[in-house]
């Protein structure tokens, strides 16, 4: 896959950019700062709606993956954990060429759950606040997402 045009800031790596349904949305582009991920993707023609906006499945989707990714490497889970719920609320409207970031925390862990929340940003504005409730695997287990990371940026 061809990167030319994606211009991602320093720090961001390609993340399975032919593989899975990322391969379909991409390219997705990952930071590692050791305690967190944080996702990112140019928006391009194909990421945009009839009214020239990134449609907000996109956007929705991507949190979903930063929120489960983050809170592997946060609660040093290994597996895939799996979106139980999700809701989000959409601030701003995300427009062609604009870098759009995803940030996730964890804020509790229990036995067989994980609460986070997240937030997206496109060139630093605002634009999406996500809940989540993520299953911790069971069968599930085998998945390590931290073999897929990147080096350690140090911004």
Request: hydrophobic residues 40%; contains cysteine; glycine residues 10%.
């Amino acid at each position: 896959m061809s990167f030319e045009g994606y211009d991602p800031p320093a720090g961001f790596h390609p993340w399975e950019p032919d593989r899975f349904y990322y391969g379909t949305i991409g390219p997705l582009f990952l930071q590692n700062l050791g305690n967190k991920v944080v996702f990112g993707f140019r928006c391009g023609e194909k990421h945009v709606n009839a009214a020239k906006i990134c449609h907000g499945g996109m956007l929705f989707t991507l949190m979903d993956i930063e929120l489960g990714f983050n809170a592997n490497i946060e609660t040093g889970i290994t597996g895939f954990l799996v979106t139980v719920n999700m809701t989000s609320d959409f601030l701003a409207p995300v427009k062609e060429g604009q870098w759009v970031e995803a940030h996730g925390d964890v804020v509790k862990q229990t036995r067989s759950l994980v609460f986070a929340e997240g937030r997206l940003t496109a060139d630093g504005e605002a634009i999406l606040r996500a809940n989540a409730v993520l299953k911790v695997p069971r069968g599930l287990a085998a998945y390590d997402l931290s073999e897929n990371l990147p080096p350690v940026h140090v911004p």
